[in-house]
């Protein structure tokens, strides 16, 4: 089975493990990653998005959810508006069976919104993402169980005690 890790990211990844990097090794072996990995501009607090993509990343392995799929990327975009924007993209990775998916969220909706409406904010973009994947490429029944996964990752407001461990270990 194709990985969307090559053999050269691998061996990037090793490296910047051993050079005290935070790096999500278990991304090796899976069947299937789901990434979350924000753009923002230096006056935007991604903590919000940060955490909620180590919990989802957490469900998703519990999960061990797999589909058509090997990977999908997924990068909330938040931007103060006087830096230009790059708008909301969908690139399909043919060699990698893997999807990168950009998706903007207001900036002046963020900066007003409280610590929920953040959250809601991210799910809705992650919800949004996997919705604007073709079906020829990742099928109804995957996008609606890996909705699902994020639905119960919002509920379970938890990240494991394993995975706390291992972040704090990197």
């Not at 990844?13 to 501009?41: C, H, K, W």
């Not at 079906?135 to 169980?145: G, I, Y």
């Amino acid at each position: 089975m194709e990985t969307m890790v090559t053999k050269r990211d691998a061996e990037s990844m090793l490296r910047a493990a051993e050079n005290g990097y935070p790096v999500d090794l278990d991304a090796l072996d899976a069947p299937f990653n789901l990434t979350i990995t924000s753009i923002a501009s230096v006056d935007v607090d991604v903590e919000p998005i940060v955490m909620f993509s180590q919990r989802l990343k957490d469900v998703v392995r519990e999960a061990a959810f797999s589909c058509e799929l090997t990977g999908i990327v997924i990068f909330p975009t938040v931007l103060n508006p006087e830096m230009r924007s790059a708008g909301n993209k969908v690139t399909w990775k043919r060699g990698e069976r893997a999807y990168m998916v950009r998706q903007n969220i207001d900036f002046s909706d963020w900066q007003n919104a409280n610590a929920s409406e953040k959250k809601a904010m991210v799910v809705n973009c992650i919800v949004g993402s996997i919705a604007r994947i073709p079906t020829k490429h990742l099928s109804e029944s995957s996008k609606e169980a890996l909705v699902e996964i994020v639905r119960r990752a919002v509920r379970s407001g938890r990240v494991s005690r394993k995975a706390g461990a291992q972040r704090k270990k990197d």
